[in-house]
């Protein structure tokens, strides 16, 4: 039976199990060492959702960040194969993420692909044009589309080490880093 409230669900669940003590498997404790991380920024959670089935299905792991501090958080954390990102997010922005990419020699060389929507400011444009690995703009693509793209990308790539970063103070406050580099 799934608890109800805030716990509900598989969450819930889980929380439960672990209480009596019992080991549930988790990403890193399955059988997963060939499959390539993606983080998807995307404050959307039904787009999230669709590119997150697909991608699954594709044998991707998901980690998502619903804005654009938690990106900075998780890649402060570990370094992703691919990031799928949203230029409009709330907390921080996508192109404060990419900058914050391109200022970290752990996370430059990541693959980057935007999928925004097409108004993004000029100021930004030439600066994410000229970082990020493709863009898209999400009214005029599908999802296979997109995750040929990927596929693409990541096809010569081995899959990311995901390290962590050596500092966790620094994993806990990217508004410290952001400011460095603004």
């Given at each position: ?14 929380k439960a ?84 990419m391109q ?7 990541v693959p ?71």
């Open positions: 039976m799934l608890l109800k409230g805030p716990l509900g669900g598989w969450a819930g669940a889980k199990f672990c209480r009596k003590g019992a080991d549930l498997p988790t990403k890193t404790s399955m059988d997963m060492t060939k499959a390539k991380t993606i983080l998807y920024v995307e404050d959307d959670p039904v787009v999230l959702m669709a590119y997150r089935q697909r991608l699954e299905k594709e044998g991707f792991l998901v980690e998502s960040a619903k804005d654009g501090l938690e990106a900075m958080r998780i890649l402060l954390r570990q370094v992703p194969d691919l990031v799928l990102l949203d230029l409009m997010l709330p907390r921080f922005d996508g192109g404060e993420v990419l900058k914050l200022a970290n020699p752990r996370l430059k060389t980057v692909i935007i999928l925004s929507t097409n108004s993004i400011l000029d100021a930004d444009e030439e600066y994410v044009l000229e970082n990020a690995s493709r863009r898209f703009i999400k009214g005029q693509c599908t999802i296979p589309m997109v995750v040929e793209a990927i596929q693409k990308l990541l096809a010569d790539r081995p899959a990311g080490d995901s390290t962590t970063a050596d500092n966790e103070a620094d994993a806990k406050s990217p508004e410290k880093l952001a400011r460095t580099i603004a």
